[in-house]
DNA sequence: ATCCGGCCTGCGGAAACCCGCAAATGCCCT
DNA sequence: AGGGCATTTGCGGGTTTCCGCAGGCCGGAT
């Protein structure tokens, strides 16, 4: 058994290894990646089927990366070990781990039982684990909202990203009004109006962006993602158009 | 000679207070505090006047902590310790450094030679310290926009809050249209026109949030504590207007 | 069958945003 | 003093956003 680690911060790798090494005395091979581009290239070159990835790393991700990995090998285990618990990395995940695949999601915060435990659980045994306060993150004392639908989120991530309605709709194949109430149900969910005392207005369109920030309900990393996709998405409109 | 530091990653603290007693022998006592406001409460009970601070911690972060830590003992002398370089937190940190102070800003990246001569330089000699790298924050590959005014700044932080035109010119105490001219300044440096192809028309006040997050001149840490000063800001104008 | 709740769509208007034009102010430099 | 140069402000109008009203489609519960 071979284990891939991929994680950018020096220490976290230190004690990640270490970890590894005592909760899996099967591995033979434990390999370390320090970015998510790395990682994909060692996990091809490899045949790797148990990976540790941290989330945030400079340069490319690591739901990216897991991305990559996942389409060329979809029976990859994963670990994801985070310093986060936002909605956008949960989100992220489960809407690309594949059904033959196992993955779990542990805090670095979490005990070294937890992570052992949660090391074992997934890469040897192939179970689902999710830390508890990950999935109804309860940390930063902040209140989750209340859940969005797909179709609310897709369109916050485009307004976030700038999008105009009219562009939106074009994207999601909507009608301009119906980008319209999506946005004005992200009003409400987001609490847009509370600041609003007496002839304050604000910009809702903007402060719905803050406050999904604030909630972690997006995050400058996932961001960043749907950036390349759009981008991507422009060219192929530029092309059809002429 | 008593040290503090001010670090929450468990990892990055057990390096960092080695480093630390290596570089500093005349430390007799070294403190440290998990976030900034048990960094506050030390820092005030041990007449301590060398620091060394992480500046992304949960609940309060470093700026926070060295702003009020400077306020009650302006002579307090802080190492900066951070994993980012954005301008944002370089402009946070400006603001509020006191005159007869040093300090250092410090990348987690850096070797162990470097951050053993930060603590030195800063600590002991009482200079002012900051990484190349974070200076011109050459990193990530990302291209430093062109220098913001101090003026396009405060607008940018009060759009990215959410605040309509009429707000952010009652806040900064400009006309109407003085703020969208800042603002007019801000889509040109911060390449809001780029993707326009054709009929692509983007939304510019929420993309121009989306390009200073992503070039990183603003970040959610700065707009939490922006966030924190808008509200105050908020009640007092409630109750003037009442 | 009927009703209910959710999502989609068009219409129309008030408000906000975006911005060119032009005049006023202030600062620096010669 | 006078000539740039940057910043501020008002005016006016084109565009976009925000949203109530009203109607259509659809799946599920009564």
Redesign the pocket.
């Known amino acids: 058994m071979k284990v891939l680690l991929v994680e950018d911060d020096q220490f976290h790798a230190a004690y990640l290894r270490e970890t590894v090494q005592k909760a899996l005395p099967e591995a033979e091979e434990i390999v370390l990646a320090r970015d998510g581009h790395q990682g994909e290239t060692e996990a091809r070159r490899g045949a790797i089927g148990a990976i540790v990835m941290d989330l945030q790393m400079r340069g490319r991700n690591g739901i990216e990366a897991a991305r990559t990995i996942w389409r060329e090998r979809p029976a990859t285990r994963i670990l994801f070990w985070s310093n986060y618990s936002d909605e956008a990395y949960l989100r992220g995940i489960s809407r690309i781990v594949p059904k033959e695949s196992a993955y779990g999601y542990v805090l670095k915060t979490a005990s070294n039982d937890r992570l052992h435990l949660a090391l074992r659980s997934v890469l040897v045994e192939g179970q689902i684990v999710v830390d508890r306060e990950v999935h109804q993150f309860q940390q930063r004392q902040i209140r989750p909202v209340e859940v969005l639908?797909e179709?609310e989120y897709a369109v916050l991530v485009d307004v976030s990203l700038g999008l105009?309605?009219?562009m939106v709709?074009q994207r999601q194949?909507?009608?301009?009004?119906?980008v319209?109430?999506?946005?004005?149900?992200l009003?409400d969910k987001l609490e847009v109006e509370r600041a609003a005392d007496g002839d304050m207005?604000m910009?809702?369109?903007s402060r719905a962006v803050a406050r999904a920030l604030a909630l972690r309900v997006i995050n400058p990393e996932a961001l960043e993602t749907a950036e390349g996709e759009l981008q991507r998405w422009l060219v192929r409109q530029a092309r059809q158009g002429a």
């Open positions: 639908t179709a105009s309605d009219r709709a194949g909507m009608s301009m009004r119906t319209q109430n999506r946005l004005l149900s009003y207005q910009n809702k369109r």
